[in-house]
């Protein structure tokens, strides 16, 4: 199953099915809120926040990565560190071979992927080279960065 490399507890929550829920566990509040960082994070071009980043300085550190495409419904908030959803439909994953041991774990990786969420398991070639690229320490951007929300906005607003 997928899981959130946000969260370094290897036992918490995974990822059951297809559509996922976000849930503050801090407060007592639905997710996302103002004032909380609660919510299911996704990145979008032109916002600061390192998928990349994220998976250098966490308990997922040696488990093989899997990016997911993702349509983002409910309360959205954005930011300069990028979107926080309430709700996510994983609509498509991309995985490299080479992250696992070998070719047989690999397969049965894929299988068992396509199997549980029923959508195509892509190579890393479909990755945008901005997810790739911008590894950030930790995935924070710094205090000082700017960012154009309104040209965020628009890149949320434009379809595929």
Not at 45 to 52: C, K, M
Not at 110 to 129: M, Q
Request: some cysteine; proline content about 9%; hydrophobic content about 40%.
């Amino acid at each position: 199953m997928l899981s959130a490399p946000l969260i370094h507890d290897p036992d918490f929550e995974l990822f059951p099915s297809i559509e996922i829920a976000a849930t503050c566990y801090d407060h007592d509040h639905p997710a996302p809120a103002p004032s909380c960082r609660c919510g299911l994070y996704v990145a979008i071009e032109g916002t600061l926040d390192s998928l990349a980043g994220y998976l250098l300085d966490s308990t997922h550190d040696h488990d093989p990565v899997v990016y997911a495409e993702v349509a983002c419904t409910g309360r959205l908030f954005v930011d300069k560190r990028g979107v926080r959803a309430e709700c996510i439909e994983i609509l498509a994953l991309a995985a490299s071979p080479s992250a696992w041991p070998d070719p047989r774990t690999y397969a049965e990786a894929v299988a068992a992927l396509t199997g549980r969420y029923g959508v195509a398991i892509r190579d890393l070639d479909v990755v945008p080279e901005w997810v790739l690229t911008n590894v950030m320490p930790h995935g924070a951007p710094q205090d000082d960065a700017t960012l154009d929300l309104d040209a965020v906005m628009v890149r949320l607003q434009t379809p595929g």
